[in-house]
């Protein structure tokens, strides 16, 4: 079992930053591909971003390419996503997730999810 801890969310002005952090522990393994998907209000989850095991291979939605940048330490079993150029449609939760596959961009292909942060962007 790999459990995910996702922290960083809150309240920020349009035009602002954060950075979410996702901590792994358990049965961790850097070989697996993270990801993160948001889910804002009345809406279904989408994909955010993704990143291979390496941290060589990153993908993004287009709505946050050039705004938002994942990252990871496999050292610290962490995942991160700087997120930079806020809009306010970028509110919602912000769920970390991990697959034992190679990146993709579908929910379904991620095998264990974190809680969530939330991530409000006021305009």
């Known amino acids: 079992q790999v459990q995910l801890v996702e922290s960083g969310g809150g309240l920020v002005q349009a035009g602002g930053s954060l950075q979410l952090s996702c901590a792994a522990s358990g049965r961790t393994d850097s070989s697996h591909t993270m990801g993160w998907f948001r889910q804002a209000p009345g809406k279904e989850r989408e994909f955010v971003a993704t990143?291979?095991?390496?941290?060589?291979?990153?993908f993004y939605a287009d709505s946050v390419k050039g705004r938002f940048t994942i990252s990871r330490d496999n050292g610290k079993n962490t995942v991160y996503l700087q997120m930079n150029s806020l809009k306010s449609e970028d509110t919602a939760v912000y769920y970390c997730?991990?697959?034992?596959?190679?990146?993709?961009?579908?929910?379904?292909?991620?095998?264990?999810w974190g809680q969530g942060t939330q991530v409000t962007v006021s305009s």
């Open positions: 990143i291979s095991w390496s941290g060589g291979i990153t």
């Open positions: 997730a991990g697959a034992r596959r190679g990146p993709g961009v579908s929910a379904a292909s991620y095998d264990y």
